[in-house]
């Protein structure tokens, strides 16, 4: 009769444990897919901001129409002075030595500052004639990195012409939204071969290596 009893506790000890096995078991089942949930939702939140972040980028780009865009890959490196096919010049070969990225009063040496567009710099060259209140707009427009402005003494499509690696627009006005929206849009954009190189320790144009 003892043995009887004794197999029966054995047996509600066993229930018992299995029952809290079971219980853990659904505990744990709970927690991974609570965590699962944690997880689709903060992918489907990083997705989802990525989406609106770069929708958001385009809408602060604002317009671009009439920017042309070129073909050219990272250039190489060469002495002397360079024919260029656009005036002025949005990609190819240049100089070994990038020009210092700032505000020019003087027409820079195309051969450094396109080693500078490489860089990931935007470059405004305009018309000498253009009126210094226009001149001091742009000069205003532009941040404190990664830009050129100068004068630019050789024949453009335009009063304005911005250009970034392998990309151009033109303008007439330095009133054109198109201006923020270009230098925004193509500043270290995905089109720079080299991003994050420098643009300061190159040459100006006092120091040109172009003879």
């Not at 129409?65 to 002397?80: A, L, M």
């Not at 080693?115 to 009126?131: F, N, Q, R, T």
């Not at 151009?168 to 939204?177: E, K």
């Amino acid at each position: 009769m003892s043995s009887k009893k004794s197999m029966s506790a054995r047996e509600v000890k066993l229930a018992e444990a299995r029952k809290k096995a079971q219980s853990a078991e659904r505990r744990r089942s709970l927690l991974l897919a609570g965590a699962a949930a944690v997880v689709i939702a903060l992918i489907a939140g990083t997705v989802g901001y990525a989406i609106v972040s770069e929708r958001d980028d385009r809408r602060a780009a604002g317009d671009l129409s009439g920017v042309k865009t070129f073909d050219y890959t990272g250039g190489n490196h060469v002495e002397g002075k360079i024919d260029y096919k656009e005036s002025p010049p949005v990609g190819g070969e240049h100089n070994g030595v990038w020009l210092n990225c700032g505000t020019y009063d003087t027409p820079v040496p195309d051969e450094h500052a396109v080693h500078s567009l490489e860089h990931g710099a935007v470059w405004i060259g305009y018309d000498p004639d253009l009126p210094e209140a226009d001149v001091k707009k742009l000069d205003d427009a532009l941040p404190d990195t990664y830009t050129i402005l100068s004068p630019y003494e050789g024949k453009m499509p335009g009063k304005i012409v911005l250009s970034a690696w392998s990309n151009q627009l033109s303008v007439d006005s330095a009133d054109d939204p198109r201006i923020k929206g270009f230098i925004k849009e193509y500043r270290q954009g995905k089109q720079t071969p080299e991003p994050g190189a420098a643009c300061t320790g190159g040459v100006t144009p006092e120091t040109s290596l172009v003879k």
